[in-house]
């Protein structure tokens, strides 16, 4: 597949995900839609390993790897299941546009192997500041708006720390193998919630069961290779703009696609946030930018 066509792929997949989960729990419980997309998606990547002849290996070094994602892999998917059934699904990309902050920050509190410049704060503080506006909209919706938001915040965080502490690791074998490894630890948890809370639905709706199936497929087996064959084949900085891309196509589809209101303070706060992750990721570009380092942030917690 060529570059341009990979790269629109992955726009199309991370817009469409954040509606496809909302869908995906309607009418049977999203404990059953996350635990059914995470057998398709794991059967869909043994069997990517199979054709592409790439080993899964299970050495002690492997296991640990697989631990780590999966339990964080556990903990993103239920609080973003969760989240996703209260607010509209939009907001769920605009949130996780986050995730690359987090991701950096996190590394260079665990990793020390970044160092936050000035410019740096300055694009953390204005996507945080995005945050408060997008909470301040939640809160004059619901409670259980309110509490989406705050899931969604915690499933963004807890994926970050899953990328660095795999990182961590430094894992020598496929990504591929990783994810379907993670999957494999993280589906029992999933599938014990729905035993526990008796989350079985007798019938699954055409449109859910479309929305599990396009999850497991192109979410996890197709969109994962395309992401990692885009990195591998173009620079970090243009790979990152998709982030700044799937905020603002995922909001436009659910609204067109699943009548989501899209409210001014909705609007600032995704403004506020993907102009922070531009300047976060980009800003190291601007001309005459003093770069200094945040020594509270060295020091040992």
Request: charged share 10%.
């Amino acid at each position: 597949m060529s570059v341009p066509i990979s790269y629109l792929s992955v726009i199309l997949i991370w817009s469409t995900t954040p509606l496809a989960i909302q869908w995906s729990g309607h009418n049977i419980g999203f404990q059953f839609g996350v635990a059914a997309r995470m057998a398709i998606g794991l059967l869909a990547l043994l069997a990517l390993l199979h054709f592409m002849k790439i080993e899964l290996p299970w050495h002690a070094k492997a296991r640990r790897v697989y631990l780590v994602s999966g339990a964080t892999l556990y903990l993103a998917m239920s609080f973003v299941y969760w989240g996703a059934q209260h607010i509209p699904s939009g907001w769920v990309s605009v949130i996780f546009g986050l995730s690359p902050i987090f991701t950096s920050v996190l590394a260079s509190l665990i990793l020390k192997d970044s160092q936050l410049s000035g410019m740096r704060i300055s694009g953390m503080l204005t996507g945080f500041v995005g945050l408060i506006v997008v909470f301040i909209e939640g809160m004059s919706i619901s409670t259980a708006a309110l509490l989406g938001i705050t899931a969604v915040v915690i499933s963004a965080a807890s994926q970050s720390i899953g990328a660095v502490l795999i990182k961590q690791q430094q894992p020598d074998f496929h990504p591929i193998a990783i994810t379907a490894g993670s999957i494999a630890v993280a589906l029992p948890f999933f599938i014990l919630n729905c035993i526990v809370i008796g989350d079985w639905p007798e019938t699954i709706p055409l449109k859910t069961g479309l929305s599990i199936l396009y999850l497991g497929l192109l979410g996890s087996a197709v969109g994962f290779p395309l992401y990692f064959y885009l990195l591998k084949n173009l620079a970090p900085e243009r790979v990152a703009i998709i982030t700044l891309i799937t905020p603002i196509t995922a909001l436009l589809l659910g609204s067109f696609l699943n009548n989501e209101t899209i409210s001014s303070k909705v609007w600032l706060g995704t403004a506020l946030i993907l102009s922070g992750l531009a300047v976060y990721e980009y800003g190291k570009y601007l001309p005459h930018v003093k770069k200094w380092k945040i020594r509270w942030l060295q020091r040992p917690l």
